[in-house]
């Protein structure tokens, strides 16, 4: 017979736990609100700043305009076939856990983006033409490249990765090579981890992937759930000195993109560099002029990394509202199943109670009926 | 009377200001600007000022702590770091930043040897945005 007081101490603990989580998603509850507010005053500066960069690089489409950080898809190939820059990829999560699939599911679509080898259709949330998602694209471009002499950092991902997935199929007997991409992404694949860096931002994101042997070159913690405009630009100016000088040649962000309260989907951006052949739908319709004051590149100069820092900031801002409104999910189930279960455990107290008082009355009904 | 539409963005705020105006007389890096309505497409940079927003016969302020403004024939789109109306504006937080970079800036120029420390870019960018933060609010400093 199970022990009343261990039932008693079990439901008392379950009843603090409860407490916990619902003073948590209290705590999440108003951080949201703070969060989703902030998030909301920044969405109209980032659609402006991107209606305004999408003009000007249609614009930009077809001129005689050299800019480092802005090329043609055929210049990005042939720059990548011969060059030696790395990939770095930004990586927003959060600092603490409890907040559900969040900071897991930020991993999951990083690993896919970072190792991408080309197999996977892509999952990334817009494909409209814009600026959004080269990563994948420009990788697609150079699947149809053949590596001349030397081979290029993502060439020589790929070419890991089907060294593993012939492994795998060859140990599997010859399965189709699409099953075995997981294969591919062995985390401490040295070849390709070494043609990657990562600015990670959360606690929980620096923790995945110093674990898994990235290269990390800079991390940001307590930031997480309030977000400051000052990092993304520190991040900007990192990210755009290191592509200024040619060690890195591809600049990825992944985030969570806050939808709703209830869906926060996690999506990866392409920072830099900028492809102008994705800006052919939009220059179709585009053909006035423009006056440049002082002048273009001067312009350009300033306006990008502005355009940058505004995109990272608002990532940041997606994420946090994303974190707390996971967190908020999460700690409000958590109270809903504690509730259940100080129920189902009453009831079991009852019950054992109730067989202890019959088991006692059986007990003195049978000594009775002994004495006679 | 024609109108355009001014709109004014900051990263924090969301949208500062959205409304139909008649003219917009504002600095540039290069110099100042009055911007009508049917304006040729431009972009441009904005630094630190009191922008004048002429409406309804009207004059209205507008202080920008720089940013960037593009001009399309029927709209005019300002992103700025920090935008602020007059009633935003507190005048003794602005007034003590004026004094405290006016004098950093004066002792730098006194002797830029011995002031080092001084970081005369930054003193002067907030010399110029408290000026601009008074003048909205009517306040002229030398």
Request: net charge neutral.
């Amino acid at each position: 017979m199970a022990n009343l007081q261990h039932i008693r101490r079990r439901i008392k603990s379950v009843k603090n736990i409860q407490k916990i989580t619902n003073a948590m998603d209290m705590i999440a509850r108003s951080r949201f609100n703070a969060a989703r507010d902030a998030l909301l005053s920044n969405v109209p500066y980032v659609a402006k700043t991107k209606e305004i960069m999408r003009r000007v690089m249609s614009q930009m489409r077809g001129q005689e305009y050299e800019h480092p950080f802005i090329k043609t898809r055929d210049e990005l190939i042939a720059e990548q076939q011969e060059g030696a820059g790395k990939f770095l990829f930004i990586v927003i999560a959060s600092d603490k856990g409890l907040a559900g699939s969040f900071a897991s599911n930020v991993f999951k679509s990083a690993h896919d983006t970072i190792e991408y080898d080309g197999t996977e259709a892509s999952t990334s949330l817009d494909d409209d033409g814009d600026d959004e998602n080269f990563h994948k694209k420009n990788f697609d471009a150079l699947k149809g490249i053949k590596p001349a002499g030397k081979r290029t950092p993502k060439q020589q991902r790929q070419m890991t990765a089907t060294g593993s997935v012939a492994k795998a199929a060859a140990r599997q007997g010859g399965a189709d090579s699409r099953t075995n991409v997981s294969v591919a992404r062995e985390y401490n694949d040295a070849a390709y981890i070494d043609g990657i860096e990562l600015i990670t931002v959360g606690r929980k994101a620096t923790t995945h992937f110093k674990q898994r042997g990235y290269n990390i070159i800079k991390s940001y913690h307590g930031i997480s759930e309030r977000p400051q405009y000052k990092y993304a630009k520190e991040i900007t100016d990192l990210v755009m000195e290191r592509f200024a000088s040619g060690e890195i040649i591809d600049v990825t962000l992944i985030y969570t993109q806050f939808k709703s309260a209830i869906s926060c989907v996690p999506d990866d951006v392409t920072l830099l560099p900028i492809v102008t052949d994705d800006y052919a739908k939009a220059s179709a319709n585009l053909k006035e002029e423009y006056i440049y004051e002082p002048d273009v590149v001067s312009l350009l100069d300033k306006f990008m990394p502005r355009r940058i820092a505004t995109r990272i900031y608002g990532a940041m801002l997606h994420s946090a509202a994303s974190e707390l409104s996971s967190r908020m999910n999460a700690m409000s189930n958590a109270t809903d199943n504690a509730q259940e279960l100080v129920g189902r455990l009453n009831l079991f107290y009852n019950k054992v109670r109730q067989a202890g008082i019959t088991n006692e009355i059986n007990e003195i009904v049978g000594g009775a009926n002994a004495l006679e | 009377m024609a109108t355009i539409l001014l709109e004014v963005a900051t990263p924090d705020k969301g949208e500062v200001y959205a409304k139909d105006i008649n003219m917009l007389i504002t600095r540039s890096i290069v110099g100042e600007l009055g911007i009508l309505p049917k304006h040729a497409n431009l972009l441009t940079e904005l630094i630190p000022h009191a922008m004048r927003i002429k409406e309804g016969g009207g004059e209205t302020k507008l202080f920008i702590s720089g940013g960037f403004m593009e001009v399309t024939p029927d709209k005019i789109t300002i992103l700025a770091d920090a935008a602020e109306i007059p009633d935003d504006i507190d005048v003794e937080r602005a007034k003590s930043a004026y004094q405290r970079a006016n004098e950093r800036v004066t002792a730098y120029k006194q002797s830029p040897k011995a002031h080092e420390d001084i970081d005369i870019d930054r003193a002067e960018a907030a010399l110029a945005r408290a000026k601009a933060r008074l003048l909205v609010k009517g306040v002229h400093m030398g």
